[in-house]
Every structure is written in C-alpha cells, then in structure tokens.
C-alpha cells in the first residue's frame, strides 16, 4: 500500500512539474477529466492518436522543407494540424513552436522553417518521452492496485 | 453713347470673373497637389490685378479722350462762328465801301461839276457809318497825274503831302512834307471826319497804301493791306481799297485797261482790334476763349491782327477767314482761356475700377487662402481624427485581447481555489481561501465588464436573435440575487405582465446582463424595503400612465415610497419598429439610498461613481451603468432613471425584441405541470405584492385569490370550492400570532376532503419563527421564481422525485442539454476530433465523427437524426465555410417541398476573438464555439437550440 501511495505521490509531482516546466497545460487536465468508466483509455487512446500523427506530420514536413520549391501553403497546413492537435492534447511547447513555425512560414522564410522544423521535432520527442514516462507510472499504479489520483 | 460702353466694360469685367471662377472649378477637380493650386493661384491673382489695372487705365484714357474731343468740338464750333460772324460783318461792310467807290464815281467824276466836296462826303459818310460796322472811316484819294498837279493844288488849296508815319501825338498836317515828285499822286480829297487827318496826304507816298492802291486799281476789286500802323491813332488797322474808274469795265478787261480807266481810290480803315472786340463783346463767351486774328500771307511770318500773345493752352483751333482779298489770306486761332479742367469722372471711374480688382483680387486671396486653410485644418483634422480613432481601436482591442488572456489564468486561480476549499482546512485558512475566491470572482466579473465595454467600443459587440423565455430569465435574475436578498430581508420580486408573450426572439444573455447590472446596483444601495422588477409591453404602460402617476406611496410592493419611473419619461417616445417587434419597458425599482442629485447627470458615463468613497464601501467599477446603456442602445431601446436621495431609484429601459416566427403553444409548461388547475389562494393586504405572488403561482397553472386578511380566508374555505393551497405573508402571520394559530386550528378541523395545504411567504431565512408550541407552516422564501416555488410546493406535497434544482451552470445544464442528443463533430484532425467528441459524449452526447466536410455533407443529407453538427473551419479540401453552405442548399432543396429542416451548426474554431457572428451566419452557421470547449459558451450556445 505504501508502494502505491508513494507511486501515486510520485505521479501527482511527476504531473505537476510537467505542468510547471510547461511542457503541459490546462487543456490535458481537462482530457483526464474526460476520461470515466465508460471511457477508460481515453488519454492513452487521444495521446497515441497524437503521437501517431505527428510522426505523419513531421515526415510530411521534411519532405516538404526538401523540395527544390517548397510549398509553404502545404507546410503551413501541416504545421495548423500539428497545432490543432498539439493544442488539442495540450502539449503547450509544440503549440508554441507551431505558432513560431507558423510565421517563419508565412514569411516564407525556409531556414526558420527548417529550425522550427527541428525545434518541433525536438519538443515532439521531449513531450512524448514525458507523457510516455507518464502513462508507464500511470500503469504501474494500476497494477500495484492502486487509482490514478485525478488532477483538478 | 457712355453707359452702353460702360455697360460693356462690366459685361466683359464678369465675363472674365466668370472665366475664372470656372477655371478655378475645372482645376479643383483634376489638381490635387496643393502647392500646384497655390503658385496658380498665385499667378491667377497677379493675372487678374494687371488685368484689372489695364481695365481701369484704358477707361481712364478713353473718357479722356471723349472729354477733349468734346472740347475740341466746342472749340472749333465758337471759333468757326466768330469767324463766320466777323467775316460776315467784313464783307457788308467792304460791299458798303465798294457801293460808296461807284456813289463817288458816279456824283464826282461823271458829273461835270461834281455833286460832292469834302462837307457832303464827311456828312454822308458820318451818316452811313451803321452800315459800315467794321471801319473806322473812309478816305477818297484821287489820281493825279503829275502834269495835273499844279492846276489841282491851285484847285484844292493845298499841296500834296508825303505820307510819313509820326507818333500820334507829334501829328500835324502843317508840318508835312510836300510829296516828292512822282509821275502820278493819289492825294486824298474827301475823308470821313474820324479820318479827316489824312486828307492832303498822297496815298502813294506809304509803302503799304502804295501796294495797296496799285493792287486795287489793276484788279478792280477790293484789296487789303496788311496790318499797319494808322497814321494819327497809331492803332493797328488795315485799309480796304477800291478804285473808282471812269467808265464801267468789263469783267475780263486787262489790268492795263484798268489802270488806265482809273480815276481815284477809295480806302476804308479797319481798326482790326476794336472792331473785333466789338464783334466780340456782342457773343456772351468772351471769358472763355481767346481769339487771336493774325494775316498769314506770308505764311512764315504771320502778323497779328488781334489779340494778345498768351501762353500756349495746348488746345488751339484755327479757322480760316476770307475778307474778299485773294492775295491775302487771314486767319482766326482761339484758344481756351482755362486749361482743361481735371477730367474727375474718368478718374474716379478708373480708380474705382481698381479698387474693385483689388477688392476682388483681395478677397479671391482671402479666399482661397481660407479654402487652403480650411483643407489643411480638414487633412490635420482627418489625420487627427484617424490616429484618435485608431488609438480608441487600439486601446478596446488590447482591453479586449488583455481581458480575454486574463480570464484563461483567472478561471484556473479560481478552480484551484475551489479544489482547495474541498480540502480539509482550518477556520482562518477556510476564510482565507474564500477571501481568495470572492476576490477572483470580483476580479472576473471585472474584466467581463471590462470586455463588454471594450467590444462595445470596437463595435465588435453584436446581439444574437435567438428565442428566449423572459420569465425564466428574470427567474434566474432573481436567484442570483436570492442568498443577498434574503440575507439583508429586503423583498425582492418580479412581475411580468400577461401581455408580454412566453417566448421573445432577441439576445437573452445581454438582456440578463442588463437587469443583473440594474439589479446589483440596486441591491448594493438598499437596506429595507423591496426591489421590484416589471415588465410590460410598452403600449400597456402608455395607456395606463395617468392611473399610475395617481397612485400613492401605499401602493408600492413593500409599503415603502419609491420614486416614480414615470416622472422622469416625460417626452420620451419610442422607437416604432417594424410591426411584429415588440417595445417592453422594464422597470427595477429599489427603496434603495437613491442617488444624489448632483451626480444623476453623470450616472451613464463610463468609471463614474457618485463619489470615490462609494467604491470603497459597495465595490464596483462604475461600469455597469454603462455597459446597460449601450446595450439598451443596441436593442433600440433607451434607459432612464428616475431617484429621490433617500427613497429611491428606479431604473427602466425600453428594449426592441421580436416576435418569434410561429408562437410555441402557449402554456405547455403549464399544462404539463402538476398542480395544472388547482385553486390557490394568497392572503397578503398589499395589492401589489398580492398581484406578485399570485402572477408567479399562476405560472404554474394555478388558479389564485386573493384575500386580505386571514378572516376573509375563512370565509372562502367554507365555499364549496376545493382550495389546495394557502400562502400567507409572513407579515400577516406574525402579526397576530394567536388569531394564526386560531387559524390553523380551524383549517385543520374544517374537515375538507382534500385539506389545503399552508404556506409562509417570507422574505429572510430564518426569521424570527418561534414555533409557540405550533409547528409552523413550511416556508417559501422569497423571491417567488416558478422553479423554486414548484420544488418547495412538491417537497412539502410529497410530490415528485425531481428536486429541481437548478445548480450548477453549466456543467449540469449541459448534461441535460445533451443527453440523448446526438451531434455530428467535423474535423480533419484526429486527434482534435477525439477530443471534441469525448467532451460531448461526456456530456451524454451520441457523438458521431467526420473527418472532412465532405463526409459531413452525405451524413447530413436530410433526413438524418442528428440534432446538431460541430463543424471545423479550417479543413483542407473543403473548409467548414463552404461545407455549411452545401448542407444549407441542400436542406433548401428538400425544404422547398416537404418539412423544416434545419441543423444547428456550430463552428469550432481556435480563434475566438477573430471569429464572429456574424461571419458564421453568413456561411449559414448559427454560431461557434472555442475549441478546446469551454464549458460556459459551450452551454450559451448550446442552449440556444436545445432549450
């Protein structure tokens, strides 16, 4: 028991440092309220929707960035879905980069896009390795019998 | 001649003006640079003033001209006539000398002994002289040839003298020479007696007589001298002279058959000067001319006859004149006397034409310097203008934006506060926490104000037309303000008349707005008494004005004096609308502090309080008041108030809504209610409050009394009607404790078969309700709203199940709303989609996805079973826009002949400040919502459809 509470307390620091860090905002909170009995999965099941389509996003990106006359209006659509999405979930510092990206594009400005590019794949992977890390001790909790401790 | 020209002059003049003027309108229409149009200007006015300075100058110089030519004319008609005149006197007279050679020829030489000697001569010729105005006398000189010379001196007496010109005074015949010898003599024998000195004299001794008679005697006509000194008067004359021949002569005779023919000569004098002086003084013009008579035989060397030598006057006219001489030629010249006179008309013409460019140039400069002025004044003003306006643009979108940014935080401070207080706390940290919370709330429900006035501002603000209840609105008014009210015991109700219909098509969220403000402000300033809230169709209260304003302070819904709303709507009129829009006049009456009457002018002006101290006391930023106007404003609406210091206030608005397209069934509510048809009966003894309480029981589909007193009540029972219900006022129940429970004993044993039940109607909890060994009757406390009254009436009825509460905006609500429904959510974003349909299905939803518009079009094609669709906007391939307006076309096609379908679409976008009403419904849209939700405008929109 003591294993779970001291799981559980590692699970509320490890979620609130991520909202301190501002890796994650309010709009996650409110996924986890959505998540209920009849919806169990739900954050897992958004989160890996998100993740799955990222890596869609950030592949159509590169190749998009690489073409000898790069269609920004392409890109720029790519990097509004990466945005929804990311705001979506609530992965504040992609959104961020997004909006960044956003602009570079509009300036049509193809060094910023390709930092931006790498930037976003840079807070992509820190986001997913943070949530990933999140849901293993979410998993844990569950095994140790324990309940995922709901975050207001 | 003059005023014709004149005439001219000005018609050119304007012709010129008019030029310009349209040269300055052609020119204002093509060039804009201003500096162009200045130096143009400029050249235009110089162009004009040189013009009008040439103008004025040749006017000058024309009437000038006139003048002189004027006088010229004048000049040569006087001197022409005097010319005439003396010429004229001249030849009479020379005719008469001529007449007197021939009466000499013919009584002296053709007689043989002669008719005439000296005496009869000098006599005839004295007598005579009238005829003969010009001479001065006559002379008769006969020839002699010298071999007569001799006998004639022996015959006369004498001795032929030689003509020698001596001084007039020196003159004596005695002393003059004897004429030399010469082959002929011409001694004067007869003389008139002014001339008589020169008898004896030989005419041809004179130099000019010499000529003189020579000439005469060989032409045969009368012959001048020049001008000479007369022997004697040593006055200037001349000396007419014609020959006496001794038989008459022919025409065409020779000169040599003249000279030889001839017997004498006959010489008048002219003394030239006199004479013509004479001539002269006969004229009344004498002043204003000179005349001067010259011979000019010798044309280089003219001799003066007459006249002085004057000072050349400029103008000189020259008439010729004959005096029957061919061989010599004379000549008048006259002069003015006065130069001429300064031409004051031309002068003051042309300087007034100058003047008058001037002026006009002038005022052609002023003007356009003005015009330039005021164009400046207009671009500084515009520019002006445009920077102000942008600056108010700027500062209402960055109140927006700011207010909108600050809210997101605020809403999380306040939720983590809420988490807290569910925490186990102390007391102090409990009172901490909800300091905290209280504070936060303000702190919202400032920046909300703040948003509202900044959109208001930006004319961003647009009311919605969606169909509302107004009863449950003002219900829902009045439980917000429930827990103050009842906490101060002040009465608080609302009343909406029959009149007004169920369901009303306007914004309900601005009209809450307005009352909630009107409302608080009213119940921050009032301490005792009530707070009143009507409605009414504005017709109903203009035709009840008269009766209103009669009534007194005892007609008032807590006994207390109000101010009357009527006082201070004198003049006003409303806005006629549209014939199905319907004016209602809503009145907020409070027996409040009143406002003082220093600050009721400023009452509506944004950040104004009565003074500083009031924020201290009740809080508040000043800004309700206005925020109510403008929303009053946007529902073509006005608002006034009316106040008493120290009585109260009351408030009222007019507010334009319309009447929704097909009126919902009246009275469903009531229908379906459960205490559908029961009598209820109130017993209260103020009339208004009683009318109150009777309209909110009414709503639920009771039939109402009312009594006064509980005695009345009594009576009534006994009837063989059931009453179900009993609502007593507090105050009468308190009144007489004793006669209540009386009442109670009696209602009990009155042995009904369905014994009503007994209500209080109290305004505070918890009063003062001892139960003296009775139980007292359950209480309903005030404000009466139809969803509390049903729950408190059921509770104590043992009725229903359903404890309707109302809690919980919004999360609760929309559960209720959405449960069951089932909705369509658009977005190509998975992960977007996700979410949103977790949210809804949370909510109870049936949520089905779609992942483009185009998928959305075939899921919505009538008939479907979705009751709404959440649509994305930005969508590749077919953005939310264009899919909506698919869907719309094709529920109009199956609309156009079968049912009403229509989907209540709702556009989810990220963007919430930038999207707008107004831009959703032109797509066919009916609103939209924030994405991710958030629950409050999730539920505002919403609820619009579902409710």
């Known amino acids: 028991m003591a294993a779970v509470s001291q799981l559980q307390r590692q699970f509320i620091d490890y979620t609130t440092s991520l909202y301190n860090e501002g890796y994650l905002d309010d709009q996650f909170t409110q996924l986890q309220q959505l998540q209920d009995e009849s919806n169990p999965d739900f954050v897992v099941e958004v989160v890996s929707l998100f993740f799955e389509d990222s890596e869609k996003l950030l592949n159509n990106l590169a190749t998009a960035l690489q073409q000898k006359s790069v269609d920004y209006n392409q890109v720029d659509s790519h990097v509004h879905q990466f945005k929804g999405s990311s705001s979506s979930i609530g992965a504040k510092q992609v959104t961020n980069v997004c909006i960044h990206f956003r602009n570079f594009c509009e300036a049509k400005n193809l060094d910023g896009c390709l930092r931006c590019l790498q930037q976003l794949r840079h807070e992509y992977i820190l986001v997913r390795t943070k949530l990933e890390?999140?849901?293993?001790?979410?998993?844990?909790?569950?095994?140790?019998?324990?309940?995922?401790p709901v975050m207001e | 001649m003059k005023p014709d020209k004149s005439g001219n002059i000005w018609v050119k003049f304007v012709g010129i003006f008019s030029r310009y003027t349209s040269m300055i309108h052609h020119y204002y229409q093509h060039i804009g640079s201003r500096k162009i149009r200045k130096t143009w200007w400029r050249k235009?006015?110089?162009?004009?003033?040189?013009?009008?300075?040439?103008?004025?100058?040749?006017?000058f110089l024309y009437l000038r001209s006139q003048a002189l030519e004027k006088r010229k004319e004048t000049l040569a008609n006087m001197c022409d006539e005097r010319a005439r005149m003396l010429q004229d006197q001249f030849n009479v007279s020379m005719n008469h000398v001529q007449a007197m050679s021939i009466l000499i020829s013919t009584f002296h030489h053709a007689k043989n002994h002669s008719a005439i000697d000296q005496e009869t001569f000098a006599k005839y010729t004295e007598r005579t002289a009238f005829e003969r105005p010009l001479t001065s006398g006559v002379a008769y000189a006969v020839r002699v040839l010298h071999s007569e010379r001799e006998q004639f001196e022996k015959q006369q007496g004498w001795t032929i003298k030689k003509m020698t010109p001596v001084s007039k005074d020196k003159y004596n015949p005695a002393e003059l020479e004897p004429s030399p010898i010469q082959p002929e003599y011409a001694p004067v024998i007869f003389a008139q007696d002014t001339v008589a000195h020169v008898i004896s004299l030989d005419m041809l001794t004179g130099k000019e007589d010499r000529e003189n008679v020579l000439r005469a005697r060989a032409l045969g006509k009368g012959v001048l001298t020049a001008p000479l000194d007369l022997i004697k008067s040593n006055r200037l004359g001349v000396i007419l002279t014609f020959a006496v021949y001794n038989r008459d002569l022919p025409c065409n005779a020779t000169p040599e058959e003249r000279i030889r023919a001839t017997d004498g000569y006959l010489g008048g004098v002219f003394d030239i000067r006199s004479l013509v002086e004479k001539l002269l003084q006969q004229l009344a013009s004498k002043q204003t001319i000179y005349v001067n008579v010259f011979d000019t035989t010798n044309i280089s060397n003219p001799i003066s006859m007459y006249g002085t030598e004057v000072l050349d006057t400029g103008l000189q006219h020259v008439s010729p004149l004959s005096f029957g001489d061919p061989s010599r030629k004379h000549e008048m010249r006259c002069r003015f006397k006065q130069k001429p006179p300064w031409q004051v008309l031309a002068i003051s013409i042309?300087?007034?034409?100058?003047?008058?460019?001037?002026?006009?140039?002038?005022?052609?400069?002023?003007?356009?310097?003005?015009?330039?002025?005021?164009?400046d004044d207009f671009h500084e003003m515009s520019e002006l203008k445009k920077h102000a306006e942008d600056a108010d643009l700027a500062k209402s979108q960055f109140l927006a934006t700011v207010s909108h940014e600050i809210r997101t935080p605020m809403n999380g401070v306040l939720g983590m506060l809420d988490m807290l207080m569910d925490t186990v706390l102390d007391v102090t940290q409990q009172d901490y926490v909800r300091t905290a919370q209280a504070s936060g709330k303000a702190l919202v429900s400032l920046i909300n104000a703040v948003l509202d006035q900044a959109k208001i501002e930006s004319g961003k603000l647009e009311l919605e037309a969606v169909r509302f209840e107004l009863r449950t609105i003002l219900d829902d008014v009045l439980s917000l303000f429930a827990g103050k009210s009842q906490e101060k015991g002040i009465e608080l109700a609302a009343y909406v008349s029959e009149k007004v219909s169920e369901t009303l098509v306007g914004d309900p969220g601005r009209f809450r707005q307005i009352i909630t403000n009107l409302m608080g402000n009213s119940i921050k300033f009032t301490e005792k008494g009530h707070i009143?809230?009507?409605?009414?169709?504005?017709?109903?209260?203009?035709?009840?004005?008269?009766?209103?304003?009669?009534?007194?302070?005892?007609?008032?819904?807590?006994?207390?004096?109000?101010?009357?709303?009527?006082?201070?709507?004198?003049?006003f009129r409303p806005v006629v609308g549209p014939s199905e829009s319907i004016t209602l006049i809503v009145s907020v009456e409070d027996t409040g502090v009143g406002i003082p009457l220093d600050a009721q002018p400023r009452i509506f002006t944004p950040f104004m309080q009565v003074g500083p101290s009031i924020s201290r006391i009740h809080g508040g930023t000043g800004i309700g008041l206005s925020i109510s106007k403008c929303l009053v404003n946007l529902m073509n609406g006005e608002i006034w108030f009316n106040s008493i210091p120290k009585i109260g206030s009351t408030f009222s608005f007019t507010a334009v809504f319309s009447n929704p397209k097909e009126q919902q069934i009246n009275g469903h509510i009531k229908s379906?209610?459960?205490?559908?048809?029961?009598?209820?009966?109130?017993?209260?003894?103020?009339?208004?409050?009683?009318?109150v309480s009777k309209y909110h029981i009414q709503r639920l589909g009771m039939h109402?009394?009312?009594?006064?007193?509980?005695?009345?009540?009594?009576?009534?029972l006994t009837k063989s009607q059931t009453v179900h219900l009993v609502l007593v006022e507090e105050e009468v129940w308190d009144q007489d404790l004793s006669n209540s429970l009386v009442f109670v004993y009696k209602l009990r044993n009155l042995d009904l078969k369905i014994p009503p039940k007994l209500f209080l109607l109290t305004n505070s909890i918890g009063g003062s309700r001892q139960?003296?060994?009775?139980?007292?009757?359950?209480?309903?406390?005030?404000?009466?709203?139809?969803?509390?009254?049903?729950?408190?009436?059921?509770?104590?009825?043992?009725?229903?199940?359903?404890?309707?509460?109302?809690?919980?905006?919004?999360?609760?609500?929309l559960s209720k709303l959405l449960i069951g429904r089932k909705i369509l959510v658009v977005d190509d974003n998975i992960v977007n989609l996700r979410v949103a349909a977790g949210a809804l299905k949370k909510y109870g939803a049936e949520v089905v996805c779609a992942d483009s518009g185009r998928k959305a079009i075939s899921l919505l094609e009538p008939p479907h079973s979705f009751d709404a669709c959440f649509m994305d906007i930005q969508m590749p391939e077919m953005d939310g826009f264009e899919a909506t307006q698919k869907i719309r076309e094709m529920e109009r096609t199956i609309n156009s002949h079968i049912s009403n379908w229509h989907v209540p679409i709702?556009?989810?976008?990220?963007?919430v400040i930038q999207a707008t009403h107004e831009e959703c419904s032109k797509y066919g849209m009916d609103g939209y919502v924030s994405k991710p939700f958030e629950a409050n405008q999730l539920y505002q929109e919403v609820s619009r459809f579902f409710l």
């Open chain 2, 350 to 375: 042309s300087i007034g034409i100058f003047v008058i460019t001037l002026l006009v140039g002038h005022i052609i400069h002023a003007t356009v310097n003005r015009i330039a002025k005021v164009e």
């Open chain 2, 906 to 911: 709702l556009a989810m976008t990220a963007d």
């Open chain 2, 672 to 691: 379906k209610s459960l205490f559908y048809n029961m009598l209820a009966i109130v017993v209260d003894p103020k009339p208004i409050r009683a009318e």
């Open chain 2, 771 to 813: 139960s003296n060994g009775v139980t007292s009757p359950p209480v309903i406390t005030k404000p009466l709203r139809v969803s509390m009254l049903a729950g408190s009436l059921q509770r104590t009825m043992g009725g229903n199940k359903d404890n309707a509460r109302n809690g919980e905006i919004p999360k609760l609500s």
């Open chain 2, 44 to 59: 235009l006015l110089i162009l004009l003033i040189v013009l009008g300075t040439i103008i004025s100058l040749w006017v």
């Open chain 2, 704 to 716: 109402v009394k009312i009594v006064p007193s509980l005695t009345g009540m009594l009576s009534l």
């Open chain 1, 133 to 148: 890390a999140l849901f293993r001790l979410e998993q844990q909790i569950l095994q140790a019998g324990g309940s995922v």
């Open chain 2, 532 to 571: 009143f809230v009507t409605v009414h169709l504005f017709e109903e209260v203009m035709e009840s004005i008269d009766v209103e304003t009669e009534s007194s302070s005892k007609h008032t819904l807590s006994g207390l004096p109000v101010a009357h709303r009527n006082r201070s709507r004198e003049g």
